[in-house]
């Protein structure tokens, strides 16, 4: 039987996560990364992102952009190795979009991965609701 | 967690100090003040805010907020710590809290009414007296900031690019919303850098549990050190653009701002905003036989030339057609 998450958070079951609360959705060849409704709610209202240009080459664990609410400035860091393709400029524009919609138009760049199968260092969304649970008890 | 009574480094090593410990996955209290004047960006922060021509250093640090001009009457407290050993900290504010509680607790042990201010300002008598910052440097939480204990408005201007009007208008506006702990003393005493580490020190014990150490490791230090000051220097690094407000704005305290438009009419004008009342609180080089104060619908009453209502409108982050004000 299913469980309820005890988090208050939103996770989306049609893409994988991280553990630094960053989400990554399956676009044929490509990748879309994003951060997920956990960091905008802990984050407050984000007033700046820096974003990597095309043509950046992603390292796994490496800080590839970061964002600013209230004076704190959080990391943005690469999930696996690859390739930036894309990045959205809407949400340099205009950074409230993370908070508004960070699993749709608040998406930050599109990545062409370097390796076979990005998905085997992600989480689920089952796995990633665990952990959001997990925060929520502590 | 470890507190180091660092005391009075170089301009550099006041930055390097919190952008290395992350780097040796150290926690850690540093107490410390410059040598020398500087000045610090934010790590969001436009070049062209710092005005080249002072010829004064300048550092970009990983930490948010905006310009800083940072010099020995400033007592520096950075606290580094890792996300791991303290789980019930998840958010800014959390972080801020726990590292500013015991800032707060000194002032209010000297007799002073210190509060915190969202997100990250310590205020006394609605006046500033510490300004902080924070963020995320490798996978360390990291909240720095200082105490005044002398400021130069003066100072703080010279290094904010802008016309001579904005300079002075800044050093003006600084001085009614800043204070310093020598301003609020009698006039017999003046605190010493010492002093005040010392007495820091003791509310970062007695509030944070911090362990205050008999030395500092600088051997353990200085090769990471010696890298992040090389970073943080770095020309692409150091030169960013940044954020770009709608107008030209200057940050005096939290909720309070110096703005101008980028618009070709009534550029000159100068208006301090509050942006919690989202009232006009002081003009400069303005013709308009109005006084400040004014909000949204006193400028939609008290001034007629529609060009100069739209600018303060904009100033004042408000928008025309929402509130039919126009």
Request: glycine fraction near 6%.
């Amino acid at each position: 039987m299913a469980t309820e998450p005890i988090h208050r958070w939103r996770v989306l079951a049609d893409r994988f996560y991280d553990t630094r609360h960053q989400w990554v959705l399956e676009d044929d060849l490509l990748l879309t990364l994003g951060i997920t409704d956990y960091t905008q709610d802990t984050a407050g209202d984000i007033l700046y992102a820096s974003l990597p240009s095309p043509g950046t080459v992603l390292e796994k664990g490496q800080p590839f952009g970061s964002i600013e609410s209230g004076k704190w400035v959080g990391q943005l860091y690469a999930p696996f190795d690859g390739v930036v393709i894309a990045a959205n400029d809407q949400v340099s524009e205009n950074p409230q979009l993370l908070n508004q919609d960070p699993y749709g138009r608040g998406w930050l760049i599109k990545v062409r991965p370097s390796i076979a199968n990005p998905r085997e260092s992600l989480l689920t969304h089952a796995d990633y609701t665990r952990l959001l649970d997990e925060l929520d008890e502590r | 967690m470890p507190l180091y009574l660092v005391g009075e480094v170089n301009w550099l090593t006041s930055q390097a100090l919190y952008h290395g410990l992350p780097v040796l996955q150290e926690e850690g209290v540093i107490l410390c003040w410059p040598k020398e004047p500087y000045v610090s960006l934010g790590c969001h922060q436009d070049w062209d805010e710092f005005d080249e021509t002072s010829g004064i250093p300048v550092v970009r640090r990983q930490v948010g907020g905006s310009l800083v001009y940072l010099d020995d009457q400033q007592v520096f407290f950075q606290i580094i710590a890792s996300p791991s050993n303290h789980p019930s900290l998840k958010t800014p504010e959390h972080w801020y809290h726990f590292a500013l509680n015991p800032v707060v607790a000194f002032l209010n042990h000297l007799g002073f009414e210190a509060w915190f201010k969202q997100p990250a300002d310590i205020l006394i008598r609605d006046r500033k007296i510490s300004g902080n910052a924070g963020g995320q440097i490798e996978d360390s939480a990291v909240v720095v900031g200082n105490i005044l204990l002398q400021f130069s408005p003066e100072h703080m201007a010279r290094v904010r690019a802008g016309s001579p009007v904005l300079k002075d208008a800044f050093a003006e506006s600084m001085t009614r919303h800043l204070v310093t702990l020598n301003d609020l003393s009698s006039p017999a005493k003046t605190w010493t850098r010492e002093e005040v580490m010392r007495l820091l020190a003791q509310f970062f014990h007695q509030e944070m549990g911090a362990e205050i150490q008999s030395s500092v490791p600088w051997k353990r230090w200085r090769q990471a050190l010696n890298q992040a000051g090389q970073r943080l220097l770095d020309p692409d690094w150091l030169h960013q653009a940044g954020y770009r407000p709608p107008y030209h704005q200057v940050k005096v305290r939290e909720g309070v701002y110096l703005r101008q438009t980028r618009r070709e009419v009534y550029r000159d004008i100068i208006a301090e905003v509050n942006t919690e009342s989202q009232t006009i609180t002081a003009l400069w080089n303005s013709a308009i036989p109005v006084s400040p104060p004014l909000n949204a619908e006193e400028v939609r009453e008290k001034i007629s030339d529609s060009s100069l209502r739209r600018i303060l409108y904009e100033l004042l982050d408000v928008r025309t057609k929402d509130l039919s004000l126009s």
